[in-house]
């Protein structure tokens, strides 16, 4: 009885709907565009329902094979390019003291060879992708004098020494610069461009200290800055005094680091000689200052002045929204010189890695070569060499290794084991393989 009330009720309502046109007059039946356009059309909403849908059992098509059978579908895959990575060494002290210098003359012609101080540690200056040195010696020429500490001047083929030997950036500003005056500044960067060495911290000119000296290195830009906070007492002449030497400023760090990002700059490594001598532990300025630098735009600092080494810092940025990692050298102590007390006898090169995804650039860790200043007096005169200090390595040396530099070197690495060794914060000793070596 439901049913058939429910027929007759549809049967109704679908009479009401049709009877307009059901009675709609022929001559009517066609309207104007005008009139369609005023006609109101009122569509009911469509109603969802949720159904289950039962397999019959005669279907036998399995998911898979459906797949199977299905086209096979084009998909656009995103390559992402491998991460660009590179290796900068750093080594703290050059300074040439004048048994240094005597140790490698050839009376017979009067010429001077560094080369063979520096062959030992070569191979892992070559195998960095650029290696850099601060040079605390000037190389004003021969007609100055060569003399060692307190004013010191070099012979030129020091430059040709640490081009051969795998260097190729000098930081030139430090409390020695002016040892030569005016002059020798001046020279001692004609000898290095005549030996292909890049410098920085020293200029000849305005126009040199405005230019930011930014090294594409594998694709990663790096810009190196370099300061000094002291010149032993001696200045310039006034109308060089405003570019001959770049001093240690903040502002002038933030113009500085900022100009070298305008370059293209990825990351900006400052070489500071700062800090107090023969001190092992830095002071409370070069933490303050450090922190300024690093928030000014510095990515790395490398120190160089007290003589022996300081510890290692990693400190964390932050930089649109991303953490950047960044680290302080305090003092990487010196590299070769005549200082035979013990932290001064040694020093270190520090490797700074860097890797750049994308567009994205950071420091992803620094490692550290412990390096002794070996001295032979075996002969009428003294001979010196740079060695490596690695566990379990018995370094090249063409002089005696006695039992004496042995014992001093294994104890240089614990020293600086104790200092340095941090790896959780990526601060480690120098893998070998990591520029090649074994």
């Known amino acids: 009885m439901k049913n058939a009330l429910k027929g007759l009720l549809a049967g109704l ?73 590179v290796t900068i060494a750093a080594v703290g002290d050059v300074l040439p003291h004048e048994s240094i210098v005597r140790s490698v003359e050839d009376p017979g012609t009067g010429s001077y060879d560094f080369r063979p101080i520096f062959a030992p540690v070569a191979p892992y200056l070559v195998g960095a992708d650029y290696a850099v040195a601060n040079l605390e010696t000037r190389l004003a020429g021969k007609q100055f004098g ?49 030996y292909g060495l890049a410098h920085v911290g020293t200029y000849r000119s305005p126009e040199e200290r405005k230019t930011p000296l930014v090294v594409n290195l594998q694709g990663i830009r790096v810009a190196f800055l370099n300061y000094a906070t002291d010149l032993n007492g001696l200045a310039l002449p006034e109308e060089q005094q405003d570019y001959a030497v770049s001093l240690l400023a903040l502002d002038r760090v933030a113009q500085d680091a900022m100009l070298a990002r305008t370059w293209g700059a990825d990351v900006v490594i400052a070489i500071v000689h700062w800090g107090t001598e023969y001190e092992r532990e830095p002071n409370e300025a070069q933490r303050r200052v450090a922190g300024d630098m690093l928030s000014r735009g510095v990515d790395v600092i490398l120190g160089a002045h007290p003589h022996v080494v300081q510890p290692i810092d990693h400190v964390f940025d932050f930089e649109s929204w991303r953490v950047s990692d960044k680290y302080v050298a ?38 550290y070569l412990p390096v002794y200043v070996q001295r032979d007096t075996s002969g009428s005169v003294a001979k010196y060499r740079v060695l490596p200090v690695l566990p379990g390595l018995e370094p090249e040396t063409d002089v005696v290794l006695t039992e004496a530099d042995r014992s001093r070197m294994a104890q240089v690495w614990e020293e600086l084991r104790a200092v340095l060794y941090r790896p959780d914060e990526d601060i480690v000793p120098l893998d070998p393989a990591q520029l090649g070596l074994r």
Request: glycine share 6%; net charge negative.
């Open 330 to 367: 305090y003092s990487l102590g010196n590299f070769v010189s005549a200082q035979r007390w013990r932290y001064s006898d040694s020093g270190l090169i520090a490797f700074v890695h860097l890797e750049k995804q994308g567009l994205r650039t950071r420091v992803t860790g620094l490692s």
């Open 13 to 85: 309502v679908v009479l009401v709907l049709c009877s307009p046109l059901m009675l709609w007059p022929a001559d009517e039946a066609e309207v104007s565009g005008l009139q369609l356009s005023e006609v109101t059309v009122t569509i009911p909403s469509p109603v969802l329902v949720t159904a289950t849908l039962v397999p019959s059992e005669s279907s036998t098509t399995t998911t898979s094979e459906a797949l199977a059978q299905a086209p096979p579908s084009t998909t656009t895959t995103t390559t992402t390019e491998p991460p660009i990575s």
């Open 146 to 194: 060569y003399s060692g500490y307190p004013v010191l001047n070099s012979p030129e083929s020091l430059a040709y020494a640490l081009g051969s030997s795998g260097f190729d950036l000098v930081a030139t500003a430090n409390n020695h610069c002016l040892d030569m005056g005016w002059q020798g500044v001046v020279n001692t960067l004609d000898v290095l461009d005549r």
